[in-house]
T-cell receptor, first 112, second 111 residues
Framework: DADVTQTPRNRITKTGKRIMLECSQTKGHDRMYWYRQDPGLGLRLIYYSFDVKDINKGEISDGYSVSRQAQAKFSLSLESAIPNQTALYFC???????????FGPGTRLLVL | GNSVTQMEGPVTLSEEAFLTINCTYTATGYPSLFWYVQYPGEGLQLLLKATKADDKGSNKGFEATYRKETTSFHLEKGSVQVSDSAVYFCALSDPLGPLTFGKGTLLTVNP
């Protein structure tokens, strides 16, 4: 089984809809991250969390919110989706004692 | 702030050719440096890393050396294979944890 899972893997939605992307991990890591990947722009950090009570904005947090429901779960929400949020979204985890991040398989989101 | 600049692609090579993908960085302090690889349809995987100056990271025939004097971490492989076709990302990490990525370089290796 994968250590970092993301659901759904693919999602098509309409402008104005609220959607949630979920991330779960079995690695026991305390730190979790949400990134967005766009062609030619690499990955950009949306939000990150060092533990359940700690949430931090990243480079491009506008239009997004997150919830850390438990150490193993970190959800990303788009309150009112817009077409320029069409992208590939990745969740990642990291252990406190390491600098290596482990990525989920990604969620491909299309906003019409 | 931190930034990573890597060679723009796409890069197309024949099998067994030599590969270099350039990466330079700007950072305060002493970051750790990484190369991640993304195979088609998959998430990112760590390829190699180096945590201090002059360290050499290596994995699967790929190598990169942390050069503080030139702020570089170039990726090299002596003989690429078709299975190396992927997108390669250079990244740095500061002590707080979030990674700063380059824009990625698409490598295509033809038989």
């Amino acid at each position: 089984d994968a250590d970092v899972t993301q659901t759904p893997r693919n999602r098509i939605t309409k402008t104005g809809k609220r959607i949630m992307l979920e991330c779960s991990q079995t690695k026991g890591h305390d730190r979790m991250y949400w990134y967005r990947q766009d062609p030619g722009l690499g990955l950009r950090l949306i939000y990150y969390s060092f533990d359940v009570k700690d949430i931090n904005k990243g480079e491009i947090s506008d239009g997004y919110s997150v919830s850390r429901q438990a150490q193993a779960k970190f959800s990303l929400s788009l309150e009112s989706a817009i077409p320029n949020q069409t992208a590939l979204y990745f969740c990642a985890t990291r252990d406190r004692g390491s600098e290596t991040q482990y990525f989920g398989p990604g969620t491909r989101l299309l906003v019409l | 702030g931190n930034s990573v600049t890597q060679m723009e692609g796409p890069v197309t090579l024949s099998e067994e050719a030599f590969l270099t993908i350039n990466c330079t960085y700007t950072a305060t302090g002493y970051p750790s440096l990484f190369w991640y690889v993304q195979y088609p349809g998959e998430g990112l995987q760590l390829l190699l890393k180096a945590t201090k100056a002059d360290d050499k990271g290596s994995n699967k025939g790929f190598e990169a050396t942390y050069r503080k004097e030139t702020t570089s971490f170039h990726l090299e492989k002596g003989s690429v294979q078709v299975s190396d076709s992927a997108v390669y990302f250079c990244a740095l990490s500061d002590p707080l944890g979030p990674l700063t990525f380059g824009k990625g370089t698409l490598l295509t290796v033809n038989p």
